[in-house]
């Protein structure tokens, strides 16, 4: 079975195990795991910020990040197909009372002049008061497409003049500094809080960090603790982090480049796929033309061996390229996807 449904997937490889497996470690919550300390510096570098807080996920990085930048009654403003709006249960509301509000985007992006148009005016008194602006590069379900440095820019800047804070959603950051050509840091740095997810990417089992000033840092460890993401020896997923970030993040072009190989393949075979969208790590294929709903061109490709996943948009398939798929598989898939979705089903005259 080849799996693109997600970079998600990977398991660790075993170089990664054996880092794992002689981690110095120690009891985390007191900040004495030296390997969970050594990553929180080595990440907060990496991500161009002063401080950086260890985390198990990324949807509780997001979380955090969001409660320290905010109070309950705020408003949040995101592109409105954004992972923090559609796909962590509603947290920013139930976690940090914040109100959430969606803005139409452009290939995942918002422009400074929507921003502009949103945010309330909070000297009226019975107004929730415009706060967080949270962007996410890559941004997930427009299909990994990139924020660029100048759009990042722009936002935040305009974000800074009318007192906002920003938030940047990088579970996939190293993606984009990648597709970019820049030092993640790059990225990071243009924003008052940054996440990074480990087990995308990155290959790691798990793990994630938010980073940030040491002021807001200091906050978001509380937060941690408030959260249930105060851990012990922890330093066992630490060291697959440092692996990571010694290992994987070079490796991260070779997923793009299989990306464009099976994309341009497929839409040679004559499937609808859109070559401009596949800027990083994902492809995407619009089996509308094709008679099929989303779930019967999955089942096919699964009896193919090929798993793919759906996406918020009703008849586009992605297959996210990573860590456990290489250049046979991206060969094999790409007879296999159209030999699965080769043959029209077609109603009964
Ligand atoms: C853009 C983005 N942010 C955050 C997350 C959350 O990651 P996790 O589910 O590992 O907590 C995801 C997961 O797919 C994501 O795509």
């Given at each position: 079975?080849?799996?693109?449904?997600?970079?998600?997937?990977?398991?660790?490889?075993?170089?990664?195990?054996?880092?794992?497996?002689?981690?110095?470690?120690?009891?985390?919550?007191?900040?004495?795991?030296?390997?969970?300390?050594?990553?929180?510096?080595?990440?907060?570098?990496?991500?161009?910020?002063?401080?950086?807080?260890?985390?198990?996920?990324?949807?509780?990085?997001?979380?955090?990040?969001?409660?320290?930048?905010?109070?309950?009654?705020?408003?949040?403003?995101?592109?409105?197909?954004?992972?923090?709006?559609?796909?962590?249960?509603?947290?920013?509301?139930?976690?940090?009372?914040?109100?959430?509000?969606?803005?139409?985007?452009?290939?995942?992006?918002?422009?400074?002049?929507?921003?502009?148009?949103?945010?309330?005016?909070?000297?009226?008194?019975?107004?929730?008061?415009?706060?967080?602006?949270?962007?996410?590069?890559?941004?997930?379900?427009?299909?990994?497409?990139?924020?660029?440095?100048?759009?990042?820019?722009?936002?935040?800047?305009?974000?800074?003049?009318?007192?906002?804070?920003?938030?940047?959603?990088?579970?996939?950051?190293?993606?984009?500094?990648?597709?970019?050509?820049?030092?993640?840091?790059?990225?990071?740095?243009?924003?008052?809080?940054?996440?990074?997810?480990?087990?995308?990417?990155?290959?790691?089992?798990?793990?994630?960090?938010?980073?940030?000033?040491?002021?807001?840092?200091?906050?978001?460890?509380?937060?941690?603790?408030?959260?249930?993401?105060?851990?012990?020896?922890?330093?066992?997923?630490?060291?697959?982090?440092?692996?990571?970030?010694?290992?994987?993040?070079?490796?991260?072009?070779?997923?793009?480049?299989?990306?464009?190989?099976?994309?341009?393949?497929?839409?040679?075979?004559?499937?609808?796929?859109?070559?401009?969208?596949?800027?990083?790590?994902?492809?995407?294929?619009?089996?509308?033309?094709?008679?099929?709903?989303?779930?019967?061109?999955?089942?096919?490709?699964?009896?193919?061996?090929?798993?793919?996943?759906?996406?918020?948009?009703?008849?586009?398939?992605?297959?996210?390229?990573?860590?456990?798929?290489?250049?046979?598989?991206?060969?094999?898939?790409?007879?296999?996807?159209?030999r699965a979705l080769g043959v029209p089903i077609r109603a009964d005259p």
């Open positions: 079975m080849i799996d693109f449904r997600s970079d998600t997937t990977t398991r660790p490889t075993r170089a990664m195990r054996d880092a794992i497996a002689n981690a110095e470690v120690g009891d985390e919550q007191e900040r004495e795991d030296p390997t969970v300390n050594e990553l929180e510096r080595r990440a907060a570098a990496f991500l161009g910020q002063e401080e950086a807080v260890f985390l198990p996920t990324a949807t509780m990085a997001n979380q955090i990040a969001l409660r320290i930048l905010s109070e309950p009654g705020d408003e949040l403003l995101a592109e409105e197909t954004s992972h923090v709006l559609l796909y962590e249960q509603g947290g920013p509301a139930v976690f940090s009372g914040l109100v959430m509000r969606g803005l139409p985007g452009h290939r995942g992006r918002i422009a400074p002049e929507q921003i502009r148009g949103a945010v309330r005016r909070y000297t009226a008194t019975h107004m929730p008061r415009t706060r967080v602006v949270s962007i996410e590069n890559t941004h997930n379900s427009s299909g990994g497409r990139v924020w660029t440095l100048a759009e990042i820019d722009a936002v935040a800047e305009t974000a800074r003049e009318l007192d906002l804070r920003v938030h940047l959603d990088g579970a996939r950051i190293v993606n984009a500094a990648t597709a970019l050509g820049v030092p993640t840091a790059e990225i990071g740095r243009r924003v008052d809080v940054v996440t990074l997810c480990l087990s995308k990417g990155l290959g790691c089992p798990l793990g994630a960090l938010v980073a940030g000033s040491a002021e807001l840092m200091a906050t978001a460890r509380r937060a941690k603790h408030l959260f249930g993401g105060a851990m012990r020896q922890a330093g066992i997923v630490a060291a697959a982090g440092l692996y990571a970030l010694d290992h994987h993040v070079e490796r991260i072009a070779d997923d793009h480049a299989r990306a464009r190989r099976l994309a341009e393949a497929l839409a040679a075979a004559g499937l609808a796929v859109d070559l401009e969208q596949v800027e990083t790590n994902f492809v995407q294929i619009d089996v509308g033309s094709l008679a099929l709903t989303a779930d019967e061109a999955l089942a096919r490709l699964a009896a193919e061996g090929v798993r793919l996943s759906d996406t918020i948009h009703p008849t586009i398939l992605r297959a996210l390229t990573h860590l456990d798929v290489d250049d046979d598989a991206i060969d094999r898939a790409a007879e296999l996807i159209p």
